[in-house]
């Protein structure tokens, strides 16, 4: 079983960029599809990026297209999510999911490994 961890977020102002780290342990991390997600109160958890086990396929939200950015160090097991010209729409607790498969998924109950999550909130 993979263990994910989350780490990056914080506050930060409109404009600004953070970059979230999920740090996995435990089985074949590269057999693994990637997933980031985000769920903001009152709001459906969203399907934000997606990254493929070999890293090629990349798949991503309309919204976060050209301001967003998924990359994975294998040697490192962690996947990133760098994030640019946040804005409010992007405050919410971002979660890192993991799936055994070489397609992503923008579904979140494709993925059946989470990490806890971790609070993004743009101030404007």
């Known amino acids: 079983q993979v263990q994910l961890v989350e780490s990056g977020g914080g506050l930060v102002q409109a404009g600004g960029s953070l970059r979230l780290s999920c740090a996995a342990s435990?089985?074949?991390?590269?057999?693994?599809?990637m997933g980031w997600f985000r769920q903001a109160p009152g709001r459906e958890r969203e399907g934000v990026s997606c990254?493929?086990?070999?890293?090629?396929?990349?798949v991503y939200t309309d919204s976060v297209k050209d301001q967003f950015a998924i990359s994975k160090d294998t040697t490192k097991a962690t996947v990133y999510l760098q994030m640019n010209s946040l804005n409010s729409e992007d405050t919410a607790v971002y979660y890192c999911?993991?799936?055994?498969?070489?397609?992503?998924?923008?579904?979140?109950?494709?993925?059946?490994?989470w990490g806890q999550g971790t609070q993004v909130t743009v101030s404007s």
């Open positions: 435990g089985r074949t991390f590269s057999n693994y599809a």
């Open positions: 990254i493929s086990p070999t890293g090629v396929g990349t």
């Open positions: 999911a993991a799936r055994r498969h070489l397609v992503c998924s923008s579904r979140a109950s494709a993925y059946d490994i």
